[in-house]
Each structure stands twice: as structure tokens, then as C-alpha cells.
């Protein structure tokens, strides 16, 4: 994942741009941004299999814990989008609690939240607010995966989404921008943003950081659009001396294809610079005279790696097709700090058939820590969900997560957990519940 984007709010409904979605600015495919889509609640009742349950805790072994449980779910929501003549709104949020019924230690109340505004102030300038936020104990892949309800692209924000343990993880980012539509073709964009990541527990890293972006925007013809965009990002860690500075300077391409065909993009350089503060053991001889067995050393490191981020977008009227993949810096996991990060992702969101609705996720990465530790780590996450109508408000929904966690460096990081579920929903409405 690259560092963190803001959305710009140059598109049809308010301004004259019109053109592709620009990717640099965490923009969702723009087919997706104009067209309404009701406010829709719904509640679940499913029930539960987990595997490759793990709390930050030892077994009576000495290993980390690895169990399974049965359970039931209880979830509900709402999701849509409304436009008025100069604003946007847009709302997706799923929350629920899990009762396992042998396994009580992991029960858990998971909550995840997408919300935006865009509001024209003037018919050149907009402003646009975009926050994600949730509560979970270990997250399926769902936090990155887009949604029609709202017009920005989450996996292009700070999401904690490679947690290892069911470890309670409390999250929150937000993001204010400013584009001045300048004419027809150029464009500029201004914000800056926070996020906050906080881990229950003390042997795990949460990290606080803010950003800053600038970037300009040529509309070379009906089909393509061609800019130049620069970031900045802060990262620090709490429970460990440590931080991060990364400046990004990048070439970006946005290309309609067709009216629902899309491609965004970019390309450029990270400067990486990460101090860390490390206790080191003193030798024998001088701790016998100045009475300490250990002493601090700062461990400095500035390095440049490329950031490339890329997305193909199919947009359908009630829903969307996408692959996207990146490389750049990323604030870890809890367990690892500062890492480079090489990921890829495709998923698959469709509500209009007659009776059924599907959505289908994968993810993969592969991430290098350069902060506390130095190793590899990383997997691969697929989702498949998918409901029927049964009646006209009465659906039957069922779904299967599968998360393989991988490292060459550290063995006993490798292990694959899934997640099962089955039961019913309620939504209103004459057409499938929607997934996501």
C-alpha cells in the first residue's frame, strides 16, 4: 500500500472535470460516484465457524494459542448515497457481536464505518471529507474492500488490515481535501490527514500519524488525464521509541477506457527515513563502573523505494469489478513496524440479479519490516459471500473467509485460519440483500 492519498473532488455531479477517476487522490471509479443509491438497513443472524483463533497469549506448551470455535453473530447496517445539487453523501456501516459458545474469551463486538462528503462551495472549488473507523478483533479483508455506497477507494487509506492475533483493534482515519477546478482541463488538489491505530494489547505496536498532499492535474483529451503529485507522511509508534518520515514524489495517469472500463494509476520514489531506539547490553567491564547493564542506541535508516500503485475497474449499475495492486511504505501490523509492501488485490460486488447477490475479495501481500525487526511477512485473503431472497424481505446469507499468513523469516508466523457463516437477513426492499 501507498502512502496515503486524498480524495479530490473534481467529477461531474459538481464540477466540470468529468474525466477519469484519478487514483493518486484515493478516488473510487468515477462511473460509480453520480448515480444514487438508497439508504438500505439490514440485520443477520448467522452462524459461526472460526479457526485459528490466537489471543497475544501462551498455551500451558509454551506456543501461541491456535483454537476453534462455534458460535452465533448477530450483524446489522446500513448503507447508501444521496446527492442534492451541491453535496454528496455517502454512508456505509456494518456492526455486529460474535458469542462463541465453547470459546468466550474471543467474543467479540466488530464494527466498521465508511462515510463521505463532498460539498461544492463554488463552481470552481470543492472540499471533500472522507473518514473510515472501526472496532474489530481480527479483521476477514472486508475493511478494503469498495463499496457503491461511497465514493473513494478505502484500500488507498491507513487500513489495519494484516492484524496476526485477535487482539482488540480500535481505528480511525480521516481526511480533508481541497481541488480547485482551475478550467475544463486543470485542475489542484490541497488536504492533509490523521489516522490512529491502537492495539489492546501492550505487547503490540499501535501507531498515531498525519499527512500532507498536493498535486496538479491535466486533462489531456475526452479520455485521459495526466498529473504530478507529492506526500507526505508521519508515523509514530506508541510503547516503543520510534518513527517514520516518508516524502513522495509521484507521476500519475488516469485513462477511460470505455464508459464503464477504467484505469488509474501512478508511479514514483518514497524517501524513507526511520529512527528506532533499541536497548543494547553494555560490556562487563564498563557496567562494573557506571553501575548499568544496558544503554540506548538509536538505529537510523534512510532508504528510497519505488511507489507504484495501480487500478482496472469495470463499474456495473449496482456494483463493481476491480483489480488493483501497489508498492510503498506502510506502518505494519502491531508485530512489525515500518515495512515496504507489495500488494495486490481483485474483488467483485454485483446486487441486480433476480434473486442473488455476490461479492468475492482477494487480497495478497508481501511485506519487508525495516522498523523494530528486519524479516518478511505476509499471505494471502479470500472472501466469498453471497445472499438469495427468499421472500421479499427474507434472504438467506452465507459466506467463507480463508487468510493465509506467511513469513520466511519467522516459522511460526505461518498458519491459515478461515471463517464460515450461514443464516438469515432481513432487509426492505424487492431486490437481494447487498453484500458490503
Do not use: C
Not at 180 to 199: E, K, P, V, W, Y
Not at 231 to 257: D, K, R
Not at 314 to 341: A, C, D, I, Q, W
Request: glycine share 12%; proline share 3%; aromatic share 12%.
Amino acid at each position: 500500500m501507498k502512502l496515503l492519498a486524498l480524495i479530490g473532488i473534481a467529477v461531474p455531479l459538481f464540477a466540470q472535470y468529468g474525466g477519469p477517476a484519478i487514483l493518486s487522490r484515493g478516488e473510487a471509479p468515477s462511473a460509480m460516484v453520480g448515480p444514487q443509491l438508497d439508504f438500505r438497513p439490514f440485520v443477520e443472524v448467522n452462524g459461526v465457524y472460526s479457526t485459528g483463533l490466537s489471543g497475544v497469549t501462551l498455551d500451558q506448551s509454551g506456543n501461541v494459542t491456535n483454537d476453534s470455535g462455534v458460535g452465533v453473530r448477530v450483524t446489522g447496517g446500513i448503507s447508501g448515497s444521496h446527492n442534492w445539487r451541491h453535496t454528496l453523501v455517502g454512508l456505509s456501516v456494518r456492526g455486529g457481536y460474535t458469542n462463541y459458545i465453547n470459546k468466550t474469551y474471543y467474543n467479540s463486538t466488530d464494527i466498521s464505518m465508511n462515510f463521505a462528503v463532498r460539498h461544492q462551495v463554488s463552481r470552481h472549488i470543492g472540499f471533500m471529507w472522507e473518514n473510515s473507523m472501526g472496532i474489530f478483533n481480527r479483521d476477514a479483508g472486508l475493511l478494503g474492500s469498495i463499496s457503491p455506497a461511497v465514493p473513494f477507494d478505502p484500500n488507498q487509506t491507513y487500513l489495519p488490515t494484516t492484524d496476526f492475533f485477535n487482539n482488540r483493534t480500535i481505528f480511525y482515519s480521516s481526511q480533508l481535501g481541497m481541488v480547485i477546478q482551475r478550467s475544463a482541463r486543470l485542475s489542484f488538489n490541497f488536504g492533509g490527514g490523521i489516522f490512529d491505530t491502537n492495539r489492546s494489547s501492550e505487547a503490540l505496536y499501535g501507531v498515531i500519524g498525519e499527512s500532507a498532499v498536493a498535486d496538479v492535474q491535466y486533462r489531456l483529451g475526452k479520455r485521459t488525464t495526466i498529473g504530478a503529485a507529492y506526500s507526505y507522511a508521519h508515523y509514530g509508534f506508541g510503547q516503543v521509541s520510534s518513527n517514520t518520515n516518508g516524502h513522495t514524489g509521484e507521476a500519475t495517469l488516469g485513462y477511460q477506457i470505455s464508459h464503464w472500463w477504467e484505469f488509474s494509476g501512478s508511479f514514483g520514489f518514497t524517501r524513507v527515513e526511520t529512527k528506532f531506539i533499541q536497548s543494547v547490553p553494555v560490556d562487563p567491564a564498563i557496567a562494573a563502573i557506571i553501575g548499568i547493564s544496558q544503554s540506548n542506541e538509536v538505529v537510523y535508516s534512510l532508504r528510497y523505494i519505488p511507489s507504484v500503485s495501480a487500478r482496472l475497474s469495470r463499474t456495473f449499475h449496482k456494483g463493481v469489478l476491480f483489480l488493483s495492486g501497489g508498492y510503498g511504505m506502510t506502518p505494519g501490523n502491531g508485530l512489525f513496524l515500518t515495512s515496504e509492501s507489495l500488494t495486490a488485490s481483485a474483488g467483485y460486488t454485483y446486487t441486480g440479479l433476480r434473486r442473488w447477490s455476490f461479492g468475492a475479495l482477494v487480497n495478497y501481500i508481501d511485506a519487508h519490516s525495516i522498523g523494530n525487526v528486519y524479516g518478511s511477512y505476509g499471505g494471502e485473503t479470500a472472501s466469498l459471500h453471497a445472499s438469495r431472497q427468499l421472500f421479499r424481505t427474507i434472504h438467506l446469507v452465507a459466506g467463507v473467509d480463508a487468510h493465509r499468513y506467511s513469513s520466511g523469516n519467522f516459522q511460526k508466523y505461518n498458519q491459515t485460519v478461515y471463517n464460515a457463516t450461514v443464516g438469515l437477513g432481513w432487509s426492505p426492499g424487492d431486490i437481494p440483500l447487498r453484500i458490503w
